[in-house]
């Protein structure tokens, strides 16, 4: 990627201002550094590429530019709401359509299928990314249709799909990538999660560090820095390895930090205090949560119920019941109208062990049975086990504490 960023300035370069194909190549090389992880230079890039459309009147050339910057800045640095986004996208949608630009249209559904991630709005998602292969198919971009089709899989790992009927689905993605060795490795760290949610911890293991090593190879920085915000904090989590899932985290959360990323290293930060908290080290996760808190967009509701639930167990622990417990139900109410069962399953055992710290045992065995059906919904075997755990525990606490 390093070198297919050089590649395309070079070559954009060559040409004479005024050149229509300046801001075309401006644009993909703009793409190709957000993927390297050069993000500044990216958007100096992105930048020029606006600026020389605009001066040559390329209407359709200028929103395309100004869209892929759109999407370097919400994806590193969030900022703007989401009502904004879709707000100015639509509009952009609007022009592109009557121009029947199918490049910048690609642009366009890439951005809203992104923010309705954020938004954890995965059936919303699919929508957006099978418009966008529609687009990519239209405008003989082979090349981002393979990369939004690890979306699909992607979705059905985070959305009310189960998990059996979600593995069907990345293995029907699979074979349509061709050898495309980037969307390989997005559809794989798909697999690995639903790999932990039913079990199979070893093969998960496997997935995601096949992922991480094919980005890491190739020059995907930025992605393969996400790779334990996305698979391997989750999955360690999952099979209760809080010093793997530190580790997996940390190194990511540094990577981003060195780059100036300011969007995912909030969500690493908040997965980060909950291996933190695990391991008893409240001081260290309680820094965690307040940096997540300070870094993250409004509209990220992943992060914002993420932090808020590990806070509320650790301040639970220092004897500060009501406010914990308020901070645990903002934290479920937040992820509760998001298309996403798992998050609110993990919502509701964080609760239930608020709950059951503060002594109000029978709404922590209510809360812990909530969360049960949740994962059970999903088929995620592995975390319906903990939360019928945890519920048996409280069960088993002296009567006298009820």
Not at 1 to 9: E, G, I, K, S, Y
Not at 180 to 193: H, I, P
Request: with cysteine; aromatic share 4%; hydrophobic share 45%.
């Amino acid at each position: 990627m390093p070198a297919a960023a050089n590649l395309l300035r070079r070559a954009s370069a060559l040409l004479p201002v005024g050149s229509p194909d300046r801001a075309v190549l401006q644009t993909e090389a703009g793409e190709a550094l957000t993927e390297a992880g050069e993000l500044s230079t990216a958007d100096e890039v992105l930048a020029e590429a606006i600026a020389g459309a605009a001066a040559i009147g390329d209407r359709s050339m200028e929103i395309t530019a100004r869209l892929v910057r759109q999407y370097l800045h919400y994806m590193t640095e969030g900022g703007q709401t989401e009502a904004q986004i879709i707000d100015d996208v639509n509009a952009d949608i609007a022009v592109l359509e009557v121009e029947g630009d199918h490049r910048g249209l690609t642009r366009a559904w890439r951005l809203l299928t992104n923010v309705h991630f954020a938004g954890c709005r995965y059936l919303d998602a699919e929508v957006a990314a099978r418009r966008m292969i529609e687009e990519a198919r239209l405008a003989g971009d082979r090349l981002m249709e393979l990369r939004v089709l690890p979306a699909l899989a992607t979705c059905a790992q985070l959305g009310p799909t189960p998990v059996h009927e979600a593995i069907a689905i990345v293995e029907r993605v699979l074979p349509e990538l061709g050898g495309d060795r980037k969307s390989e490795a997005y559809t794989l760290r798909a697999l690995a999660n639903l790999e932990a949610m039913r079990g199979r911890f070893d093969e998960a293991r496997s997935l995601y560090r096949r992922s991480r090593a094919t980005l890491t190879e190739l020059g995907w920085r930025f992605e393969a820095a996400l790779t334990s915000a996305i698979a391997s904090g989750p999955v360690e989590l999952i099979a209760g390895d809080a010093t793997a899932a530190e580790r997996e985290l940390r190194g990511d959360y540094e990577a981003l930090a060195a780059m100036g990323e300011r969007n995912y290293i909030s969500t690493t930060a908040a997965f980060l205090a909950e291996a933190l908290h695990r391991q008893g080290r409240d001081d260290e996760a309680l820094r965690m949560t307040e940096e997540s808190e300070r870094i993250a967009a409004e509209d990220d509701v992943a992060t914002q119920y993420l932090w808020r639930s590990v806070r509320a167990k650790l301040i639970a622990r220092q004897g500060r019941f009501d406010e914990a417990v308020a901070l645990a139900e903002a934290a479920s109410a937040i992820i509760g109208a998001a298309q996403d069962p798992d998050s609110q399953g993990y919502a509701a055992i964080d609760l239930a062990e608020v709950l059951r710290l503060a002594g109000r045992l029978e709404e922590a065995i209510a809360a812990a049975e909530a969360a049960a059906t949740l994962f059970e919904q999903k088929a995620n075997s592995s975390s319906a086990a903990r939360a019928r755990a945890l519920r048996a525990a409280i069960e088993a606490e002296p009567v006298a504490r009820r």
